[in-house]
């Protein structure tokens, strides 16, 4: 009869080793009254426990925590209810528990489980009586159709309890023994690619490197086949890709850069992230050439910031006139002179005269600093804002893209970047469903390297929504540039998927986790793809000639006034000579003949 045990720390070992020694027999537990005292010493020890009967297997599914499922008889009943129990109809997975059976000294291993599959990522003990010690066997198989995998977990005695060897459960459960895992991928040049040659299929990237050293750690033997899309959920429920061939079985493994959402988590699992990404709407660099700033080079300073200059410059040249008015061995200056006079030290020139009193030197040595502080932090300003590149966007976000109406909206064709948007009743992405996504749904791009291209075509205005690490790849090998739109920021975890309560889980994802420690996943990552985005820009940048053009019209329109002016004054002062000459009256002149 078996015995449901759960524990609140899950330790099996403390707590089995604690029953009394009386309780044993040469034949085990063949009592129904020492079930009653056993669960009673447990319940002392603060273990709670319930016994059940082979028929009740269904109540499984209604304990919450992992619990220890201890059979104290290896009978006929016993073998039916571990199969029934490790049926996938069954609402509990069997491999959640730690389960637990007394079996007599006589009976064989092999001969007891024939017939019945233990998951190879379940904790069965069997415990039979050796001597004057009971000892503790784990049982699993690597696969259905292979045979009984044993492995000798430890001895318990009355006198010294439980003892066993400090060996972690998947570092005992390491080698699968070229156990057939059925793959499937999709051929995406920033994941992962299949080449031929001569007649020999190779595929290479980061994600299939990853799964390579993975397989060759478990000894694993994978079976590779490419499908076209990566799958996602249908109008009426069901899924398409490779997610629909993992939920069919009818392969094991997913791999590639798979998006981790719910939808995908309710009918597979998704291992250990591989990549933290976001995803993000990208729109092609508007093109600036021949745009001309005018406000930038009286952006460095704020508008009170100018008053203030001009305020300053009208009270140093107040102060110069006023000192050297006062000063008898200075030299005068006129009004006009003083206020060129400071504007000069502004722009940092120097003067031909210096002065002689001490008051004329201060207000000079204060035009002179005041100046020097403007001019280091004008210049500072208006050389960032020169050499680096602003960018402006039509729009930010996913509103703007729709209030602007001029562009496309374009995700790749059965992908889960689709149902961010068709699995939404109301809001903004359900209207940016409706209004840029569903009529197009049949003109969709294939891949990202499509969905870019359009993004490059210069005929038309396209926005593609894909992850950030993909549009950093395609960056790098497309001749345009593209950016992201700020506000459209989606975080996202990308990794591997794999069937559902697969028996390889939790093993698989133990050794990601140790290839993420080690390092080894970053070195295979700066082998196949693109580094980190770099905030420091470490390029040259060249100033063309339309940014400085605010200063050459400045330059030419203050030659051509000069010239102006000074055809002016020749003009007016030709024409004052003339009227000087008719209105001045002449003298007589007297001839002697």
Not at 124 to 149: C, M, N, W
Not at 522 to 542: C, F, G, H, T, W
Request: contains cysteine.
């Amino acid at each position: 009869m078996p015995m449901n045990i759960s524990s609140k720390d899950n330790s099996p070992s403390r707590k089995c080793g604690q029953i009394p020694s009386n309780k044993f027999t040469s034949s085990g537990f063949s009592a129904e009254t020492e079930l009653v005292l056993i669960q009673k010493h447990l319940s002392s020890r603060g273990v709670p426990a319930v016994t059940i009967s082979n028929s009740s297997v269904h109540k499984l599914a209604m304990v919450r925590r992992q619990a220890i499922n201890v059979l104290f008889r290896g009978t006929e009943d016993t073998k039916r209810y571990i199969k029934q129990a490790t049926e996938p109809s069954t609402d509990r997975n069997f491999s959640i528990d730690i389960w637990v059976l007394f079996l007599d000294a006589e009976s064989l291993l092999e001969e007891f489980f024939a017939g019945i599959y233990i998951p190879f990522d379940c904790e069965f003990l069997v415990a039979q009586i050796e001597d004057k010690y009971v000892s503790l066997t784990e049982v699993y198989h690597i696969g259905p159709a292979r045979p009984l995998q044993t492995y000798r977990f430890g001895t318990w005695t009355a006198r010294s309890g439980l003892a066993w060897r400090l060996i972690g459960f998947f570092r005992r459960r390491y080698n699968l023994q070229e156990q057939l895992i059925k793959v499937a991928y999709v051929d995406q040049k920033h994941a992962l690619t299949e080449t031929h040659n001569n007649g020999s299929k190779k595929i290479t990237g980061f994600f299939v490197h990853v799964w390579n050293t993975i397989a060759n750690f478990l000894n694993m033997k994978a079976v590779c086949q490419r499908v076209d899309t990566y799958g996602s959920r249908m109008e009426n429920g069901s899924w398409n890709g490779i997610i629909q061939m993992v939920i069919s079985n009818e392969v094991h493994v997913g791999v590639g850069d798979f998006t981790v959402t719910a939808g995908r988590s309710a009918v597979v699992d998704c291992l250990a992230p591989l990549i933290i990404s976001s995803l993000n709407v990208f729109i092609r660099v508007p093109d600036q050439s021949g745009i001309v700033v005018w406000g930038r080079y009286v952006a460095p300073f704020s508008l009170g910031l100018w008053v203030a200059v001009a305020t300053a410059v009208c009270a140093l040249s107040f102060c110069l006139w006023l000192t050297a008015a006062l000063q008898a061995r200075e030299k005068k200056f006129a009004a006009t002179e003083a206020m060129f006079y400071v504007f000069g030290t502004l722009c940092q020139q120097g003067q031909p005269d210096s002065a002689v009193c001490t008051a004329v030197r201060a207000v000079e040595l204060t035009s002179y600093m005041t100046s020097l502080v403007l001019f280091a932090g004008y210049s500072a300003y208006l050389v960032s804002s020169q050499t680096v590149q602003h960018t402006v966007l039509p729009f930010r976000s996913l509103q703007g893209l729709l209030e602007d109406g001029s562009y496309g909206l374009g995700l790749a064709q059965n992908s889960s970047h689709l149902n961010l948007f068709d699995a939404e009743t109301e809001g903004l992405k359900s209207i940016v469903y409706k209004t840029l996504i569903s009529p197009h749904k049949n003109d969709m791009p294939a891949g990202n390297l499509e969905g870019f291209t359009r993004v490059c075509d210069s005929r038309h205005k396209y926005a593609f929504m894909a992850s950030l690490y993909v549009g950093q790849y395609w960056a790098m090998k497309l001749p345009c540039h593209f950016t992201t739109l700020p506000d459209t920021f989606y975080p996202e975890c990308l990794t591997f998927v794999i069937s559902k309560n697969s028996p390889y889980k939790k093993l698989i994802n133990w050794n990601l986790l140790r290839l993420r420690e080690s390092g080894i996943q970053d070195r295979i990552r700066q082998e196949y793809l693109p580094p980190k985005p770099s905030y420091v820009n470490k390029s040259v940048i060249s100033v063309d000639i339309i940014s400085v053009a605010p200063i050459l019209v400045v330059f030419f329109g203050g030659v051509v006034t000069a010239v102006a002016v000074l055809a002016i004054e020749h003009i007016v002062c030709i024409c004052l000579r003339q009227l000087d000459f008719f209105t001045t009256p002449r003298k007589s002149k007297t001839f002697l003949l």
